[in-house]
């Protein structure tokens, strides 16, 4: 009878201890921690630039996942090969004619206009398919110009003393100078796993030294999604 009832004693703590364990909730899993990366797409591109001149464009952007409906935003920055205004062709021209006047002699100007960029953008998508994404984007930022002009006289290049010539050159046609722009485009991505393409066209006002310049740019990126 005693070991009866001592085996049944063991056979119910056994059975209310599996009952404790069974009713103690699992340990909640600790929160996956987060990089400031998440969600960011990082762009390598390249393209070409539309002002008096056609130029080459090479650029960067970084672009955040989407914080609201449909928008995310991005950190744009790159070089421009030219970006030619007619204001800097008609002032090179002016000189080129004053010097062919006055020397008697025929005289050519040309102006080459590289320049350095950045802008903060907002983009909104516009659709998104299952294969790609449209959008629309607006920004704003700075520009630093630094126009690179040359004159030839009767076959001579005189660039380095028109001095003697009484001409001095404005911030137009030399130097380097800082100013504004606005930033608006549509493009298209197209992701692929961890990887996106990127085909956008961008129309860039530039406000540099009393000249503004309007250009067009054709985009083609290459992202990584982290």
């Known amino acids: ?13 056994l059975l209310a201890s599996q009952s404790v364990f069974a009713q103690t909730p699992a340990p909640a899993p600790s929160p996956e921690h987060k990089s400031i990366m998440d969600g960011v797409t990082v762009m390598g ?11 080459g464009v ?15 935003f991005s950190l744009e920055g790159g070089w421009m090969s030219s970006v030619v ?3 800097r062709l008609d002032s090179a021209s002016a000189i080129a004619n004053y010097l062919a006047q006055t020397q008697g002699q025929p005289a050519t ?7 350095g960029y950045a802008a903060v953008n907002v983009r909104y998508t516009l659709m998104t398919k299952p294969r790609y994404r449209l959008y629309a984007l607006g920004g704003g930022g700075f520009s630093v110009t630094s126009p690179k002009s040359t004159f ?16 001095t050159l404005g911030k137009d046609l030399s130097g380097s ?31 540099n030294g009393g000249v503004t310049t309007l250009v067009g740019r054709l985009n083609f990126a290459v992202g990584y999604k982290f």
Do not use: C
Not at 64 to 72: D, L, M, V
Not at 177 to 204: C, E, I, M, Q
């Open 177 to 207: 100078t800082a100013g504004g722009l606005l930033n608006f485009g549509v493009g298209a991505t197209y992701p692929h796993g961890k990887w996106v393409g990127d085909a956008s066209y961008r129309f860039t006002p530039m406000f």
């Open 45 to 55: 591109a390249g393209g070409v630039s539309f002002t008096k001149k056609v130029g």
């Open 1 to 13: 009878m005693n070991r009866f009832a001592t085996a049944a004693f063991a056979a119910a703590m």
């Open 152 to 167: 030839t006289l009767g076959g001579t290049d005189v660039s380095g003393s028109l001095g003697q010539y009484g001409v």
């Open 85 to 87: 205004s007619q204001h």
């Open 109 to 115: 100007a040309s102006v080459k206009v590289p320049a």
């Open 58 to 72: 090479v650029n960067g952007e970084i672009v955040t996942k989407e914080y609201y409906k449909n928008i995310s």
